[in-house]
Each structure stands twice: as structure tokens, then as C-alpha cells.
């Protein structure tokens, strides 16, 4: 199974920047796409952006667009998620997870593989 661990997080005053990473480890597994998720107390767990990883095609959760930068360094293993302007409404737990083929993108039950989350919170 792959390993996944999140990095990056923090807290940061709303307009700012935060860059998190996500390391992957482990045996290989049949995935099309890395990508990264978030859930705030009391809400469900959303699509935040997604990565292609043969093709690098992007995608991104509107909420997020403009704002969020999804990339891969494949040599590395590693997915990055940079996030600039942040809002108050990002403020939640961040993880990266591994997705099998098919199904969308912003469907985490085609997700194979999670990471144990990061927090971030942005505070005014």
C-alpha cells in the first residue's frame, strides 16, 4: 500500500501563503491522480484540487480557483498544494490522497489512500 504524509501547514493571517507537501512512499499502487482534500469541524470532507499524474492536467475546486496551485515532482514522489490569499474559509484539516481510475476527481470514495491531514488555519 502507499504511505502518504502531509507537511506544510500552520496558521496564517488571512491574504497569506502557505505551501503544503505531500510525500509518497511505499509500494506501488495503480493510480491516475493525486490529490488533495479538506474538512472543516462539522462539514464533509471536500475536493480542493487534483493532479493527472501521467498527464499533469489539473483541477481545481471552484471555491479555490486562482488561489490554490497543484503540482508534482514525480522524481521526488512529492505533490505540493500552494495557497495563496487564503480566506478565513480555508481554515481546515488538509490531507493528500492516492486515486484509483475512474469515477471524478472530487469523489473521495475513488480514493485509495490517505495521509493523516495537516491543519491549516487562517485567522483575520
Known amino acids: 500500500a502507499v504511505q502518504l504524509v502531509e507537511s506544510g501547514g500552520g496558521s496564517v493571517q488571512a491574504g497569506g501563503s502557505l505551501r503544503l507537501s505531500c510525500a509518497a512512499s511505499g509500494a506501488a499502487v495503480s493510480r491516475s491522480h493525486m490529490g488533495w482534500f479538506r474538512q472543516a469541524p462539522g462539514k464533509e470532507r471536500e475536493g480542493v484540487a487534483a493532479?493527472?499524474?501521467?498527464?499533469?492536467?489539473?483541477y481545481y475546486a471552484d471555491s479555490v480557483k486562482g488561489r490554490f496551485t497543484i503540482s508534482q515532482d514525480n522524481a521526488k514522489s512529492t505533490m505540493y498544494l500552494q495557497m495563496n490569499s487564503l480566506k478565513l474559509e480555508d481554515t481546515a484539516m488538509y490531507y493528500c490522497a492516492a486515486k484509483t481510475y475512474g469515477g471524478v476527481w472530487s469523489d473521495p470514495a475513488y480514493y485509495i489512500g490517505w495521509g493523516q491531514g495537516t491543519q491549516v488555519t487562517v485567522s483575520s
Open positions: 493532479i493527472d499524474i501521467s498527464g499533469g492536467t489539473t
